[in-house]
């Protein structure tokens, strides 16, 4: 059972608009929601994270978008760069015990010129 | 600050050979660690995961096994290389009290 739902499985964006991805969840034990950016032939690399007690995250161009009541979170990559495609994958971590990560099935985003 | 590193990066083994993927992390202690397997285009599936020196807990029954030996170090083996172990081989740790995982940079194996 996939506990962490993501879509779309790919996405092509051209240079300049905004990627959204999208996840969704039931635990709601979940208590910590980070996203990891991975290049091709690279392990996943931490991008951004949140809290349930907060409804949006921005870092730069990256912002998480939380809704607690849906068990919905998403990720919005702002002026989308060619740099920018890689295979992105959300989590939900809970806050006991070791194996408390679960990831999404990734989305491979394409930001053509 | 904290590294993590595998070897070897990449690998190709005939079948039925064994294997073994180290993993070992800098610049912490008594770190949980992960083993994880990517196939090509998937998601991310959790192989082993360890508390501590000699406690390994099994995600997902196959001919793969995992040991830790020591506090920062991580091991990944078979005895008998199957086609289907072909993959992107991760491995992660994570603080003993913290939600975030962080990655190495991956092994990738090639089962002939």
């Known amino acids: 059972q996939q506990q962490v739902k993501q879509s779309p499985q790919s996405l092509i964006v051209q240079k300049g608009g905004i990627s959204i991805i999208n996840c969704a969840y039931e635990n709601t034990a979940f208590d910590y929601f980070p996203w990891y950016q991975q290049f091709p032939g690279k392990g996943p690399a931490l991008l951004i994270a949140i809290r349930p007690d907060v409804s949006e995250k921005k870092e730069g161009r990256f912002t998480i978008s939380f809704n607690k009541s849906a068990k919905q979170f998403s990720l919005h990559i702002m002026d989308s760069q060619p740099g920018d495609s890689a295979t992105y994958f959300c989590a939900a971590s809970l806050q006991t015990g070791a194996n408390n990560l679960f990831f999404g099935t990734g989305t491979r985003l394409t930001v053509i010129p | 600050s904290q590294t993590i590193h595998q070897w070897p990066a990449t690998l190709v083994q005939p079948v039925g050979s064994p294997l073994s993927l180290e993993c070992t992390v800098e610049g912490t202690s008594n770190p949980n660690l992960y083993w994880y397997r990517q196939a090509a285009g998937r998601g991310l599936q959790l192989l082993f995961y360890s508390v501590g020196i000699g406690q390994i807990s099994s995600e997902v029954p196959q001919n793969l096994s995992a040991s830790r030996p020591q506090d920062r170090q991580f091991i990944l083996s078979s005895k008998k290389l199957l086609l289907s172990d072909s993959g992107f081989y991760l491995c992660?740790?994570?603080?003993?009290?913290?939600?975030?995982?962080?990655f190495g940079p991956g092994t990738r194996l090639t089962v002939t």
């Open positions: 992660a740790w994570s603080p003993i009290v913290q939600d975030e995982q962080y």
